[in-house]
């Protein structure tokens, strides 16, 4: 296993396909949430001593107890694979924060529309879904230069679909050929903004648990 392979070894010496699987296998795991949990933990501990923010989970806990949380991760898994995931998380947060901005300005210019788009059973039952995801990102550039999407799947049956963002003068049009699909217009209220904007964020920490290129972001180069 490259964790074990890394574990002493310093992140310089690691070759460019050396990091980027050790990235996967660290999102496999799911350590980098265990190393933004010691972010987490570390911000809330300074709010605490500097703002007296009470925090019931932090009750007798200590910046001590931290760092010996760090070391023991670093013990087990190496200073390289600690470097690593918090790349993951850093990148993670740049991303969510340059679509949250992005939106924000989609939303403001009074023309966004967001749209939920579904596959019938005959297209989910003779396509992947990497070629449902391209089927996507071509129906959305064809309507709009600005548009952002990811998928999502159904709580009760876990149905594959997306949601979206895109901006137009005029109402979309229904030319979705592969399912369904539900337009409504983003009202230009804060409390809407607000709403859309949690909801893009909490697609885009769903879409940071796969590993694979085609979960990502769908998003157009040009802004608003």
Request: no cysteine.
């Amino acid at each position: 296993m490259l964790l074990k392979k890394t574990k002493s070894l310093s992140y310089k010496l690691l070759s460019k396909e050396q990091k980027q699987e050790l990235k996967q296998i660290i999102i496999k795991n799911k350590l980098h949430r265990e190393v933004g949990q010691f972010s987490l933990k570390g911000y809330r501990l300074y709010q605490r001593e500097h703002n007296g923010v009470y925090y019931p989970t932090l009750m007798n806990y200590s910046y001590q107890e931290l760092e010996n949380e760090i070391k023991e991760f670093v013990n087990l898994y190496g200073y390289t694979t600690f470097k690593v995931a918090n790349n993951v998380n850093h990148a993670s947060y740049k991303r969510t924060a340059r679509l949250k901005e992005r939106i924000r300005e989609a939303v403001e210019s009074g023309s966004a529309w967001f749209i939920t788009i579904t596959f019938n059973p005959e297209t989910l039952s003779k396509t992947n879904e990497k070629t449902r995801r391209v089927y996507v990102s071509r129906w959305l550039k064809s309507l709009s230069p600005f548009y952002v999407a990811n998928i999502d799947y159904g709580k009760t049956k876990g149905r594959e679909h997306y949601h979206a963002i895109i901006t137009s003068d005029q109402r979309p049009p229904k030319t979705w050929s592969y399912g369904f699909i539900d337009i409504l217009k983003v009202k230009t209220t804060e409390n809407d903004t607000k709403r859309i904007s949690k909801y893009i964020s909490k697609l885009t920490n769903h879409a940071i648990k796969h590993t694979t290129k085609s979960k990502r972001i769908i998003y157009s180069r040009q802004s608003k």
